[in-house]
């Protein structure tokens, strides 16, 4: 008998989200596969097993999506007979960033071609597998065991960032409600991808069976993510810059700083999402805060908890629509979940994570002189 619980997944456990999910799994008593380019940068993965590979190498794919039970692990063979699909998968591997990644153009048939190969290597590998434990081609009896009783239930992490371009233009008033996502408009082919991506796993469950739930993610923030070197997001940019920064000094803000955006810290992220795995409830559902602000008071919360002045210097990038926020009403019906931590909360232990890894690279730093 099993120590554990469940059995589960995660891709991109290299990741931000992907390696708190881990870590969330793990405390639930799952046995835990984590599968990344990477290993997460900023902490020890606590995944019983991390695997690095290339998602849209397909062959990796049909490999890593076989769980062999406590007769080995993903490196060695085991009998077919103890090879198993896993309880659930977390689907966070994606080619993303934040707006100077995903907005400029320069990156978009790369994020399209990486993040499609992933998602159409992941549905299709287990396709496969499940028709191999639940299809009338199996032959039971040379395996020696009886037929699953469960099937393998997929997460997909979609993104506000495919809602229409013209629902959010007003910035006092975006529509981001999940039933005004058509007529499809995004601003950006990262969009476009999210929004084809999360009509996929849709596909597949229809015609396959395949049991899926799929969020729309409004930025999500918080300690142990990217915060420096071109991806990371508003939050973390704002915090770094402003960390840096000494008081009364002076921070860039990409365009007029009045475009607005809500921003979930990541805990209530993986708590949503938790929820959404454990229901019957499929989605798309939205996965974010309604506590909407402009980019000009994201700057001014962070200068607070710093207890800092800080002036601001607007200057052209990269912006993405006008206004965005998360509608929260179906989620609420259906889950029961609402966000708790407020905007200041979560800047405040983002900002002091930033502080300590600042820290951290000066005495490195140092240490190298």
Known sequence: MSEYKKTALVLGAGGFIGSHMVKRLRSEGYWVRGVDLKYPEFTDTEANEFVQGDLRDVEFVRRVIQYKGEQGNFFNEVPYRYIEPFHEIYQFAADMGGAGFVFTGENDAEIMQNSVTINLNVLEEQRKLNETFHGETKSWTECNR????????????????????????????????????????????????????????????????????????????????????????????????????????????????????????????????????????????????EEMVTINQLVDTAAKVAGKNIDKNHIDGPLGVRGRNSNNDLIRKELDWDYEMTLEEGILKTYNWIMGEIAKDVVETAATV
């Not at 796993?201 to 071109?230: D, K, M």
């Open 146 to 289: 009886p037929r699953l009783e469960w099937q393998t239930k997929i997460f997909y992490s979609g993104s506000a960032c495919m809602y229409p371009e013209h629902n959010q233009l007003d910035p006092d008033n975006p529509d981001c409600r999940e039933d005004s996502a058509y007529p499809a408009a995004p601003d950006s082919e990262y969009g476009w991808e999210k929004l084809f991506s999360e009509r996929l796993y849709l596909a597949y469950s229809r015609n396959h069976g395949i049991p899926v739930r799929i969020a729309r993610y409004h930025n999500i923030f918080g300690p142990e993510g990217t915060w420096q070197g071109g991806r990371e997001k508003a939050p973390a940019a704002i915090c770094r810059k402003v960390a840096y920064a000494g008081n009364t000094d002076t921070i860039e803000v990409w365009g007029d700083g009045e475009q607005t955006r809500s921003f979930l810290f990541i805990d209530e992220c993986i708590e949503a999402t938790r929820r959404l795995m454990d229901s019957d409830f499929i989605g798309p559902v939205n996965i974010g805060s």
